[in-house]
């Protein structure tokens, strides 16, 4: 099988890398319950608001620019391969809406690069609600998912031999 040498522009490969790892990064400084109305998480906050930011651009991008030829594939990986990537783009939009909710819910101001950003629920005393138990699940969900977007990736690599790897890199 050839090599395709086609490539992501390096916009989209950098803000593919920077969103991975706010991502990651949210999710590393997560925290439950209602202590977080005491001490709020705002890198948590940050991070999370600046994976929404991201996603803008990067569907822009996606729509002027398609993605560069992979090669041929077929049957299950076609069809894994775009549920995959849209679950992966509708919880980069999802959790952090449902973050900014619950933190809305639960009273906790939050801001963005020096902007405060206005409440978008009511505070409620208790539990903030379903869309705070979703966003937790999610963001353990949108983990799983990118590890499994990135097993693929190095499947593709290694296995198939297709320069999947080599698309989304910056050299």
């Given at each position: 099988?050839?090599?395709?040498?086609?490539?992501?522009?390096?916009?989209?490969?950098?803000?593919?890398?920077?969103?991975?790892?706010?991502?990651?990064?949210?999710?590393?400084?997560?925290?439950?319950?209602?202590?977080?109305?005491?001490?709020?998480?705002?890198?948590?906050?940050?991070?999370?608001?600046a994976v929404l930011v991201l996603v803008v651009p990067r569907?822009?991008?996606?729509?002027?620019?398609?993605?560069?030829?992979?090669?041929?594939?077929h049957g299950w990986l076609a069809i894994g391969a775009k549920?995959?990537h849209g679950l992966l783009y509708l919880l980069l939009i999802?959790?952090?809406?449902?973050?900014?909710?619950?933190?809305?819910?639960?009273?906790?101001?939050?801001?963005?690069?020096?902007?405060?950003?206005?409440?978008?629920?009511?505070?409620?005393?208790?539990?903030?609600?379903?869309?705070?138990?979703?966003?937790?699940?999610?963001?353990?969900?949108?983990?799983?998912?990118?590890?499994?977007?990135?097993?693929?990736?190095?499947?593709?690599?290694?296995?198939?031999?297709?320069?999947?790897?080599?698309?989304?890199?910056?050299?």
């Amino acid at each position: 099988m050839s090599v395709a040498t086609a490539r992501y522009s390096k916009t989209l490969v950098v803000i593919h890398w920077v969103t991975a790892l706010a991502v990651l990064g949210a999710w590393l400084t997560a925290e439950g319950g209602r202590e977080v109305v005491r001490n709020p998480p705002l890198l948590h906050f940050w991070l999370g608001l600046a994976v929404l930011v991201l996603v803008v651009p990067r569907l822009i991008l996606r729509l002027v620019e398609p993605a560069p030829d992979g090669g041929p594939q077929h049957g299950w990986l076609a069809i894994g391969a775009k549920i995959g990537h849209g679950l992966l783009y509708l919880l980069l939009i999802a959790l952090p809406i449902t973050g900014w909710y619950a933190a809305s819910r639960m009273g906790v101001s939050v801001s963005f690069l020096g902007l405060h950003l206005p409440s978008i629920a009511a505070p409620v005393q208790g539990r903030p609600g379903v869309i705070a138990e979703l966003h937790e699940n999610g963001g353990t969900f949108i983990l799983i998912l990118a590890g499994l977007h990135a097993l693929m990736a190095i499947w593709h690599q290694f296995v198939m031999r297709d320069g999947t790897l080599r698309r989304m890199s910056l050299r």
